[in-house]
């Protein structure tokens, strides 16, 4: 079977924000191939024992896209971008659960020395990434997403500008920027 062509995935796409339901049933098969890669691609980022496994992820992602009725879609680039932005949520949201159980249910303050003690600084956690992209989006909206597409969403240059109605230079330019920041960021909570 060959690759979905971009026109094909767009023309589903619309369909089912005009409400046709068969356009989801023709869509998931299309799109399950690209889901399943950036699945991977985040649980390579995460610890060797995680609880959740690739096929896990892409069916909670599933259960979140199709519920996101009023999202209207636009491309498979915005397709794409917007799933990388619900896998990173379902990961955020189980990170924060699992710490939020490890500490008896209820908060618990940590010294910096001790989070140092057990954090690896070469490798931030997903809570560290997400809180720094946050923060990003606090100083820009517009990088914090290239930042969202590109690394979790695996989308290229041009497949962001389309999303984000933006030139291919901007989306460049947007995440070398961002991607600097972002690293300086994260070596700053490390020190």
């Known amino acids: 079977m060959s690759a979905p062509s971009t026109h094909e995935i767009t023309q589903l796409l619309l369909a ?6 068969m356009a989801l049933d023709k869509l998931v098969p299309l799109v399950q191939t690209e889901l399943r890669r950036l699945a991977r691609t985040y649980m390579s980022r995460e610890r060797a024992n995680h609880t ?3 096929t896990a992820l892409i069916n909670e992602a599933y259960v979140r896209l199709i519920d996101a009725q009023k999202v209207q879609w636009q491309n498979r680039a915005h397709f794409y971008g917007i799933a ?12 924060r659960t699992r710490n939020y159980r490890k500490r008896g249910g209820g908060d618990y303050r940590v010294s910096f020395e001790e989070a140092l003690a057990v954090c690896q600084p070469d490798e931030p956690n997903v809570m560290e990434v997400d809180e720094a992209l946050n923060e990003l989006a606090r100083v820009d909206e517009r990088k914090a997403r290239v930042v969202e597409m590109r690394f979790f969403g695996g989308l290229t240059e041009k497949e962001i500008a389309v999303a984000l109605s933006i030139s291919p230079e901007t989306a460049r330019r947007d ?3 961002a991607k600097s920041w972002l690293l300086r960021h994260l070596s700053q909570k490390v020190r």
Do not use: H
């Open 16 to 21: 089912w924000n005009g409400g046709d339901q």
């Open 52 to 54: 959740l496994q690739t």
């Open 84 to 95: 990388a932005q619900v896998m990173r949520r379902v990961l955020v949201d189980l990170a």
């Open 175 to 177: 995440w070398r920027l």
